[in-house]
């Protein structure tokens, strides 16, 4: 995952290192800082959407079902999700495992 | 018709940017600042140059001010000294990597302590490696000539870095020199107006300076690397267009009386002309002396060193400032790593002076000079020493 995007050749960047693609930072993909990652539990969910809420990188997103789905693209795997978690729904768990 | 008249260099200096019809003047205008921008702020007050003057709280703030400037599509200058300079020194490297054409005349003086406020080359050799291309004045009429080249070199578009012209101070910026001042109307046949390459416009966004995480700031720091040493052909061209607009020729290294030349004294600024009569005077005694200048120092011109001092025996190196801990001057280290690997190598010995406002005498320059010939008849001499230090 992670940078592939962005990484090329010194002679193709641009004059300065300049971004000329307005919001293309969405192919950063920064994911790939995360040691641990969030597992929720469906079964514990209350739908009260406080991960969604909560989150610093916007990594949660609404479903039609209710529940939050979770972008591993972007998450960093800082837990505040697991730990505002009223029902202990969503737990951290080591990359790899 | 250029007209020739009295002028304090510092105000030639802001008589120069008025002429290249600068948009924006950011500059710390308190001390150590010159006139430069004192007499610019008037000139925009006074409605003779259309541009903006910001006034700014410290060095740092006017560096970042030239560079969204500039990044902002606009022909920007500042100047400043020693201290300010100092103060600049995170910014500096900011603004070739963005590549951002400021132009910067700096008035070299000594950094502290003891507390200084006089010329020497301290204070700009600490930022010689910040990636700005760098031009050494010696008189006001250089100074003058070399800030209009400086915007023509820095608004290439193949080149699009900062340039700073560097003066000394007091011994130029505060001496009033007969000067050819060029009008607006003159200088724009030669500086055409600024095209950037790169603009910041709320119309078409893009992002200037983004983070540079290690996938990408190595390959960011070669383009800068390359593009400042490739800039050396388009400044080489720039004083050729100079010399055929106004007739007077620039080089990267001048040479003084070096035909039959055994031993050579290397200067900087200023302090040349006090060389040149050193070495005329050691001419009529029969010493084969000669004398070379670097006005480019960055990027340094490599080849024409080389070939300049081909066939030359022996080499006396003036550094106005100390690299301490180094064992040498900033320049005389650069001279020795430029002839490293070089065919029949010249002897090298660095000679330090000239610090914090004392002058080089005529004296001390023949002084240099017969130490280096000492030092090379014996095959051996210090690798450098302070010239002009009272021992009791």
């Known amino acids: 995952m992670a940078k592939v995007d962005a990484v090329t050749g010194w002679r193709n960047l641009e004059i300065g290192c300049a971004i000329t693609e307005p919001g293309s930072s969405r192919k950063l993909r920064t994911g790939d800082w995360r040691s641990q990652r969030p597992v929720i539990d469906?079964?514990?969910?209350?739908?009260?959407?406080?991960?969604?809420?909560?989150?610093?990188?916007?990594?949660?997103?609404?479903?039609?079902?209710?529940?939050?789905?979770?972008?591993?693209?972007?998450?960093?795997?800082?837990?505040?999700?697991?730990?505002?978690?009223?029902?202990d729904a969503i737990a951290m768990v080591m990359e790899g495992e | 018709m250029p007209r020739k008249v009295g002028i304090e260099v510092s105000l030639a200096a802001s008589e120069a940017a008025c002429a290249a019809d600068v948009d924006v003047i950011a500059a710390y205008p308190?001390?150590?600042?010159?006139?430069?921008?004192?007499?610019?702020?008037?000139?925009?007050?006074?409605?003779?140059?259309?541009?903006?003057?910001?006034?700014?709280?410290?060095?740092?703030?006017?560096?970042?001010?030239?560079?969204?400037a500039a990044a902002a599509g606009a022909r920007t200058f500042t100047a400043t000294s020693a201290p300010g300079l100092a103060l600049m020194h995170e910014i500096l490297f900011i603004a070739p990597s963005l590549r951002t054409p400021i132009v910067m005349v700096v008035?070299?003086?000594?950094?502290?302590?003891?507390?200084?406020?006089?010329?020497?080359?301290?204070?700009?050799?600490?930022?010689?490696?910040?990636?700005?291309?760098?031009?050494?004045?010696?008189?006001?009429?250089?100074?003058?000539?070399?800030?209009?080249?400086?915007?023509?070199?820095?608004?290439?578009?193949?080149?699009?870095?900062p340039v700073i012209v560097n003066m000394d101070g007091f011994t130029l910026s505060h001496v009033i020199e007969p000067i050819e001042l060029l009008s607006a109307s003159e200088v724009s046949q030669y500086l055409k107006p600024y095209k950037p390459q790169m603009v910041l416009d709320p119309k078409a966004p893009i992002t200037m300076g983004p983070v540079g995480v290690p996938e990408v700031y190595t390959e960011a720091r070669q383009q800068a690397e390359s593009v400042l040493n490739g800039s050396k052909k388009v400044i080489v061209k720039a004083w050729k267009e100079f010399a055929k607009q106004y007739g007077r020729s620039y080089k990267p290294i001048e040479t003084y009386r070096t035909k039959g030349a055994e031993v050579i004294l290397m200067t900087m600024g200023s302090v040349t002309e006090t060389a040149m009569t050193a070495v005329d005077r050691m001419r009529e005694k029969g010493i084969p002396v000669g004398l070379m200048r670097f006005r480019l120092w960055r990027p340094f011109p490599l080849e024409e060193f080389r070939r300049a001092v081909k066939g030359i025996k022996t080499l006396a190196v003036v550094d106005r400032a100390i690299s301490f801990g180094a064992q040498g001057g900033p320049v005389?280290?650069?001279?020795?790593?430029?002839?490293?690997?070089?065919?029949?190598?010249?002897?090298?010995?660095?000679?330090?002076?000239?610090?914090?406002?004392?002058?080089?005498?005529?004296?001390?320059?023949?002084?240099?000079?017969k130490k280096a010939i000492r030092y090379a008849e014996k095959g051996k001499g210090p690798m450098y020493e302070l010239i002009g230090v009272r021992e009791r």
């Open chain 1, 42 to 87: 469906r079964d514990k969910c209350i739908k009260c959407g406080l991960c969604w809420i909560y989150c610093p990188d916007m990594v949660y997103s609404p479903t039609r079902s209710g529940y939050f789905k979770w972008n591993e693209n972007y998450c960093k795997g800082c837990g505040i999700c697991a730990h505002e978690c009223p029902k």
């Open chain 2, 30 to 68: 308190v001390t150590p600042q010159t006139h430069i921008v004192e007499h610019l702020s008037e000139l925009v007050a006074d409605g003779e140059l259309d541009a903006e003057f910001i006034p700014v709280e410290s060095e740092h703030s006017a560096m970042s001010a030239c560079i969204g």
């Open chain 2, 107 to 161: 008035a070299n003086r000594a950094l502290s302590g003891p507390i200084s406020i006089w010329n020497d080359h301290s204070d700009i050799m600490a930022e010689r490696d910040c990636g700005w291309i760098q031009t050494f004045a010696e008189n006001g009429q250089e100074v003058f000539d070399l800030i209009i080249h400086a915007f023509r070199v820095a608004e290439d578009p193949e080149v699009l870095l």
């Open chain 2, 332 to 369: 005389c280290s650069k001279v020795k790593s430029a002839l490293y690997g070089a065919p029949d190598q010249p002897q090298v010995f660095g000679f330090i002076s000239g610090l914090g406002g004392r002058d080089i005498t005529v004296a001390m320059f023949e002084e240099m000079v």
